[in-house]
C-alpha cells in the first residue's frame, strides 16, 4: 500500500477534472481526496496498492478529454486510513 500526494497543473479546472479523479480513483479501488486550488491547479492525494496508483498516475497525464495536464508533481506521503475517495471544498475557501 502507497499513498502520493499530487499537484496537477494545466488546464485542469472548468473541465470535470475532480470528479473524472473520483470516478477513476474508485475504478482502480483507491482511496483518498481531490479538490481544486485557488491558483488553478488541482491537489489531491491517492492511496491503494502499488499497481493501482500508477495505473491512476499513467491515465492522470490525460484526465478527461477537455483536460490539458501540463505537468504532476507528485511525492509519496504517508499511508492514511481513508474510507473511500472523496471530493473536497476549494483549498483557501473554508
Known amino acids: 500500500m502507497i499513498a502520493r500526494h499530487l499537484m496537477i497543473h494545466g488546464r485542469v479546472q472548468g473541465v470535470w477534472y475532480r470528479a473524472w479523479t ?4 474508485r475504478g482502480l479501488g ?3 481526496w481531490v479538490r481544486n486550488r485557488t491558483d488553478g491547479s488541482v491537489e489531491a492525494v491517492i492511496e491503494g496498492e502499488d499497481a493501482a496508483v500508477a495505473q491512476f498516475m499513467a491515465l492522470a497525464q490525460g484526465g478527461p478529454p477537455a483536460a490539458k495536464v501540463a505537468r504532476i508533481d507528485a511525492t509519496d506521503v ?3 486510513p481513508f474510507m473511500t475517495f472523496e471530493k473536497r471544498e476549494t ?3 473554508r
Open 30 to 32: 483507491l482511496t483518498g
Open 78 to 80: 504517508s499511508v492514511a
Open 22 to 25: 473520483v470516478e477513476t480513483a
Open 91 to 93: 483549498a483557501g475557501t
